[in-house]
């Protein structure tokens, strides 16, 4: 199975700053039939499923603010919230969608600071 | 309006079985593949296994393989996760969920299912 880890486990952040969360896969992801890294974003509120927030390493899912942004190649990932609003108090979690079964990171708690 | 509908709270004793279900409306339930996801307690998610409800095709995790099992009933577009025998460690939150592909990110989320094994 593929592993994913996440960094930090926890962060703070004060309302209208940057979060910058890490994911690392154990190998690549890279889907060479498009070139395009299987690698997603969800975020999980408190008592909710997750939702799916980026796809693709970097393809925003349809009615995500632009706030949220996702980038990396490969290995490495990054999710970035810009301007963190209240409602971004979530636990996010890293999947790799290259091949089954499908693997999460453990996920990061996002609180205000 | 995609919407993918599970049944309640369950409640059982260790050594007992239990099919849970997951309905899904708003999109074609055939041509899309439903998984599940296991949340123990505080923890993170686990991907279970993936069924495509055109024909059955079915891949489990290895982790999954064997403990539980996943069916779908085309007629009434609605998918199943069974155990033939709970132990208390399948105590969990279990969501299913779509994906566009067996190796397709999940787009949409059932509510979740808790599951409470406790004699």
């Known amino acids: 199975d593929i592993v994913m880890t996440q960094s930090p486990d926890s962060l703070a952040v004060s309302l209208g700053e940057r979060a910058t969360i890490n994911c690392k896969s154990s190998q690549s992801v890279l889907y060479s039939s498009n070139n395009k890294n299987s690698l997603a974003w969800y975020q999980q509120r408190p008592g909710q499923p997750p939702k799916l927030l980026i796809y693709w390493a970097s393809t925003r899912e349809s009615g995500v603010p632009d706030r949220f942004s996702g980038s990396g190649s490969g290995t490495d990932f990054t999710l970035t919230i810009n301007s963190l609003q209240a409602e971004d108090v979530a636990v996010y979690f890293c999947q790799q969608h290259y091949t089954t079964p499908q693997t999460f990171g453990q996920g990061t708690k996002v609180e205000i600071e | 309006e995609v919407q993918l509908v599970q049944s309640g709270a369950e409640v059982k004793k260790p050594g007992e079985s239990l099919k849970i279900s997951c309905q899904g409306s708003?999109?074609?339930?055939?041509?899309?593949?439903i998984g599940w996801v296991r949340q123990m307690p505080g923890k993170g998610l686990e991907w279970m296994g993936v069924?495509?409800?055109?024909?059955?095709?079915?891949k489990y995790s290895p982790s999954f393989q064997g403990q539980v099992t996943i069916s779908a009933d085309k007629s009434i577009s609605t998918a199943y996760l069974q155990w033939s025998s709970l132990r208390v460690s399948d105590t969990a939150m279990y969501y299913c969920a779509r994906g566009r592909a067996r190796t397709a990110p999940f787009d949409y989320w059932g509510q979740g299912t808790l599951v409470t094994v406790s004699s």
């Open positions: 069924i495509y409800p055109g024909d059955s095709d079915t």
């Open positions: 708003g999109y074609s339930f055939t041509t899309i593949w």
